[in-house]
């Protein structure tokens, strides 16, 4: 397997800098300089996306996280109201769904037992349709969807997600858009956000430079119990996932919080022994994340800040370290940062000496319940 692995040193690592590519892939004859190219998602799609009021996305793990993102995408650019729920909840509770509500099943493997589970019980609850955004075309999430959009990430070997979450994200960002111009999106607005996202794996070839920074980082958390990831808006499920990647593959207890809940509770924890990853990307939410990255530092908290190059961050608002990623547009931002975060667990676990691609405990695929 070192064949396959390359220059890299686990599959992860081989996984993550590969995202520019997957991520260019999944783009690739979906969007062009004009929009979102037609009948991406099928031939039946037309009058379903056209008819849709509500969605559904019902998913595991980190790609639970990319359907969170997408909320706030699709609720943002076409103002169709989003749920997202974990498949093992939703599959045993008494579900409302709307009229003209769309059930969206997202899945690397397409076999994970629960998000199946809650595909098949979706059959009879009266959606308009189910989609698939999965990255597995043979897999029976796929066979059984009325629709669907595959990710290009090419297999995936290392337990802990990375390529399939970025192009999950991807995949996500076309559906936001193409519903965004069904339901009214203003074209400028839109065809600039077309261009964004046609730049991500650009973005993200860059993001990876910050590798050599990041390695320095992990060096803090080696001897840390527990690790708190902060951020707003869409890059709250990106702090999520960072915390997820953190305590799947290096066994760090980690949290993730809107940083604005801080104060209801988590605060409480911040000390001198409980290092916090902040995601600061430029956007209107900056100056209220910033205060509560004050909040953090008069505790003693030791602060790490993935900042937006163009975000105006003072450089001693960290008392570790500040990296500067530039995050794009905001549309494209939390699948930029979600690079570094990949980085920062995969160093801290190899500096631990764990069992990187295959953590104990955990399965790359849950077919069983
Ligand atoms: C397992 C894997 C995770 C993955 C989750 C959902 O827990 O370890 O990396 O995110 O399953 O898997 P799926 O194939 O449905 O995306």
Redesign the pocket.
């Known amino acids: 397997d070192s064949v396959e692995r390359g220059e890299y040193r686990h599959y992860m690592q081989k996984e993550i800098f590969e995202q520019p590519r997957a991520v260019a892939d999944t783009l690739e004859g979906r969007i062009g300089p004009h929009g979102v190219l037609p009948n991406i998602f099928g031939i039946d799609a037309d009058p379903i996306l056209d008819k849709t009021r509500g969605i559904h996305i019902v ?6 996280h990319a359907g969170m993102v997408a909320k706030y995408w699709i609720e943002e650019l076409a103002r169709i109201p989003v749920v997202v729920e974990v498949a093992s909840e939703y599959r045993y509770r008494d579900v409302v769904v709307p009229e003209n509500t769309l059930f969206v099943a ?7 037992a629960d ?1 199946l589970a809650a595909m098949r019980e979706s059959r009879r609850r009266g959606y308009l349709a189910t989609f698939a955004i999965c ?1 597995v075309p043979e897999s029976s ?1 796929v066979r059984e969807s009325d629709l669907r959009l595959m990710t290009r990430a090419g297999p995936e070997i290392g ?3 990375t390529k ?2 970025t192009t999950q994200l991807a995949a996500f960002a076309l559906l936001a858009l193409d519903l965004g111009r069904r339901r009214g999106l203003d074209n400028a607005r839109y065809l600039e956000h077309c261009k964004e996202l046609q730049s991500l794996p650009r973005y993200i070839e860059n993001a990876l430079q910050s590798e050599p920074a990041i390695v320095k980082i992990a060096d803090h958390f080696i001897n840390k119990q527990h690790a708190l990831f902060l951020g707003r808006g869409a890059q709250f499920p990106v702090a999520l996932e960072g915390s997820l990647k953190l305590k ?1 593959i290096s066994y760090i207890h980690a949290e993730a919080y809107p940083a604005g809940e801080l104060k209801h509770g988590p605060l409480a924890l911040v000390d001198e022994n409980m290092p916090i990853v902040a995601v600061a990307p430029n956007g209107p939410l900056l100056d209220k994340l910033k205060s509560n990255l004050q909040e953090v530092r008069a505790r003693g908290g030791e602060l790490i800040v993935f900042a937006d190059e163009r975000a105006e961050m003072d450089a001693d608002t960290a008392h570790i370290a500040t990296v500067r990623v530039d995050g794009g547009g905001d549309l494209i931002a939390p699948a930029v940062f979600t690079v570094p975060m990949q980085l920062l667990a995969y160093h801290v676990a190899v500096q631990r000496g764990t069992d990187v691609d295959q953590p104990r405990n ?5 077919t069983v319940e």
Not at 106 to 112: A, K, L
Request: hydrophobic share 35%; glycine share 8%.
């Open positions: 998913a595991c793990g980190t790609s639970y997202v899945s690397q493997s397409g076999e994970t998000t990255n999430v337990v802990a997600s399939a979450f799947e955990l399965a790359k695929s849950v």
